[in-house]
């Protein structure tokens, strides 16, 4: 069987700056015996007014044993193919119309009823978000078996074997024990373990994945990847898989089919695709992804090439000008940080534990200079960046602004040197007020701080549109008439109206399309160049830290584990932690594909110790000018 | 202004339906003196006319020959004013006690939120009765009454908003900023939970207005006063036989509560701002 494209899928939308010539880029033809064949999938929402078409008449098929990757940015219609191929929409506000064949089978024209034993047993699905996925109330054991006995007639006892072999099966350790426990009680990666389990629960021909890693930290992400290529292996099932990241694309599929708009614009094998993409929209999508690495012999931050918008020929990877102003005192010192939280205790049991979040963190940022903390969830990054603005009040240490500490002395009197320091946070779409327009939450705290009039302070928020490169005229709209890549640059416009020195960036640009990702970057190079603005880079994304950071500080459990200029730490990794964390970072290049490890399940460590707990006096080891890393790695290091 | 009207009323036929019945129990409740030149309390008629029998009193009679269509006219300036100003005084009330409570948190949170426990676990129609009871049956108390009982449930939702608007990042980011308290309470959290305190007040009036008429009814209103519950009262005795005279007026309380209720409906919608994007 080969591809099938409807005509609509064929014309281009003219909109999306197709490159002339390149219509669509098939760079192979399919294998000659399909599971699933999407032919002409138009799924379409109630939309005031009318029908809005979502998925706009795409056609694909996956083969044995075969992995296919459908990648796309927010709204391209990726989730909703696949949930359109479970017959997962409501049916009273969304349509479907096309061909999709299930072995042969039209799944569009079936009853709910035999809808309802196709779900699980031919085809079967892992959700982004494992914990919402599982029911709080129920064991692993019993939703494991919850599957086992609504599609295979099965005894009791061999509904528990069963379940027993799965979750060996995706290798969680200590099955047995494992049985009787409730999702909170795992971590993010086991509970995603769990629902492949449940998924494999039936040998379903066909497993989509929608994001499923996305939730998870680095490390998780890779072992879940291996899990699901070694399972499919196994099982000889085909994998549809639905994601934003390139590298994680690379990693796993067979061939892949690139959305936009509801459209398919390129689709082939992956390795041919990534070295030779034919549409604009590819390349740009590929320009956009960070690829750890691809600043190896650059010193200094480098933004991301441009990509013509009509040939889609790369620009120059264009490095920003030193801004560096080392001095002394540094404009921030964060000296011997502590913060601990009591765990466990309610009102009438005492405390078990107390969360060491941020212990012993020391490091400096100079004028111009961008740090950057890297880590996994729960790592301490972001209370760190939290407490120096004053969000968090840390047990112990010192915040020194320009050599003056902060944190002691009466708030108020303090209060000039702390609005050299800004924040801008992860979701764009929580860090503006819904109800007050742009332009005025931009002036708000040029009139509180720098007691400007209205008018002057309205100019000067017009003048920081400008900046960052928005049009005057939408200071008067509201933060619900933008996108999630405009409303960061409003945060930005409006963390910059104190003319601050220092910028934290809590995970930023995390939430943003990669190719807005891109951009958003871009600015914040040129902010620096042209503003000398140091940043506080705090990532999980060590590819974007690479391009943005002069250093790189590693956290681990609260502490700093590692830390130098980004070269240094990066090219020649000391910690044993750096080294893992670099591993699992997935690289968008199928030639340079990990060998899919059959490793153990790593679990989180946990910052949760016992109250008499005493920190081990921490010594740092000069490898490098700069470059420290911990004498002595953690008692629980890593054997790696 | 005008937009959001529009929206309001395309907001589906409920908001319009409940907006017209608003709109004629208000227009009765002005325009009283000339809709219905009767007072409600003198005799005009025989007792005892059924509606339709007597084109002077088209509502009927009650059992002192008292005409039941300029009750009904007249009782509704008594049910509109005791529902909008209890509703509004109670949820003005409810709204800076749950702002209060949500924004700080901690102990203010902890006293505030016994406190409304207490007034929770009384019967409230009981606790409105022995206020209206000790201090006497003006408008003004038994406004006082349904207030008293009724800000804890107004509060709890606007702590509750308040909570999650607290530690949205948009407050994090002002707090970042160095904004003073009172700044961020006023200029950031509270337009935020305005739009539930709205759509409190409709609720609040409605069974304000019930309130009311179960005071009236158990003769505890002003006896000066018809309203639409002293006339379900006197018409209870004759319940039986002359059903008219209680129907009448309940079927007016019920209308005006679906009217305020749908109303409520509407404004929900039109206020919640993710319905405006999609709008």
Known sequence: ????????????????????????????????????????????????????????????????????????????????????????????????????????????????????????????????????????????????????????????????????????????????????????????????????????????????????????????????????????????????????????????????????????????????????????????????VPRLGSMEGLQRPARFPTVDPITGALGPTAEVVDTVAAAHPPLLEVRNLVMRFRSAGGLLTKAQGRVHAVENVSFIVNAGETLALVGESGCGKSTTGRSIVGLAKPNAGQVLIEGTDVLAGPAAATRPLRNQIQMIFQDPYGSLNPRMNVGDAIAEPIIVHRHARKSEARDEAVELLRLVGLSPDMAARYPHEFSGGQRQRVCIARALALKPRLIIADEAVSALDVSIKAQVVNLLLDLQESLKTAFLFISHDIAVVERVSHRIAVMYRGEIVEIGPRSAVLGNPQHPYTRQLLAAVPNPDPDLRRAHSLRAPSEPVSTVRPLDYVPPERAYRQVAPDHFVHAEPDETALAA | MIRAARRFLRSGPAAVVGSVILLVVLGAAIGAPLLAPNDPLDIVSMPFVWPGDDATVPLGTDMLGRDIYSGIVHGARVSLEIGFLAGIVTTIVGLIIGAAAGYFGGWIDQTVMRISELFQIMPSLLLTIAIVAVMGSSISNIVFGIAVTGWPQVARLVRAETFRIRSGDFVQAARVMGFAHSRILFRHVLPNVLAPAVVMVSIVAGSAILTESALAFLGLGNPNLVTWGSMIGAGREVLRSEWYMTAIPGAAIFITVLGLSLVGNGLNGLLNPRRNVAA
């Open chain 1, 1 to 288: 069987m080969t591809f099938s494209w409807n005509t609509a899928s064929l014309a281009v939308d003219a909109s999306t700056d197709a490159a002339p010539g390149i219509v669509h880029a098939a760079h192979e033809v399919a294998p000659s015996k399909s599971v699933l064949d999407v032919q002409g999938l138009t799924t379409a929402f109630r939309a005031a007014g009318g029908w809005r078409d979502v998925v706009k008449g795409i056609g694909f098929s996956v083969g044995e044993n075969e992995t296919v990757a459908i990648v796309g940015e927010s709204g391209s219609g990726k989730s909703v193919t696949a949930l359109s191929v479970m017959r997962l929409l409501d049916g009273s506000s969304s349509r479907s119309a096309g061909k999709i064949l299930l072995q042969g089978k039209d799944l569009l024209s079936l009853s709910e009823r035999r809808m309802q034993q196709i779900r699980g047993n031919d085809v079967a699905m892992i959700f982004q978000e494992p914990m919402s996925t599982l029911n709080p109330v129920l064991s692993i054991g019993a939703q494991i078996g919850e599957a086992l006995l609504l599609h295979r007639n099965l005894s009791r006892d061999a509904i528990k074997a069963e379940t027993l072999r799965l979750l060996d099966r995706v290798r969680i350790p200590s099955a047995r024990q494992r049985f009787d426990e409730y999702p909170h009680q795992l971590s993010g990666g086991m509970r995603q373990r769990v629902v492949i389990a449940m998924a494999l629960a039936c040998q379903p021909k066909l497993l989509i994945a929608d994001e499923p890693t996305t939730a998870l930290d680095v490390t998780i992400q890779a072992e879940i990847l291996d899990l699901v290529a070694e399972v499919q292996r196994d099982i000889r099932s085909s994998v549809l898989f639905i994601t934003h990241d390139m590298g994680v694309v690379a990693e796993i599929a067979d061939r892949t089919i690139v959305m936009l708009d509801g459209r398919i614009v390129e689709h082939g094998r992956t390795a041919e695709l990534f070295k030779a993409p034919q549409h604009v929209y590819t390349r740009r999508l590929l320009a956009a």
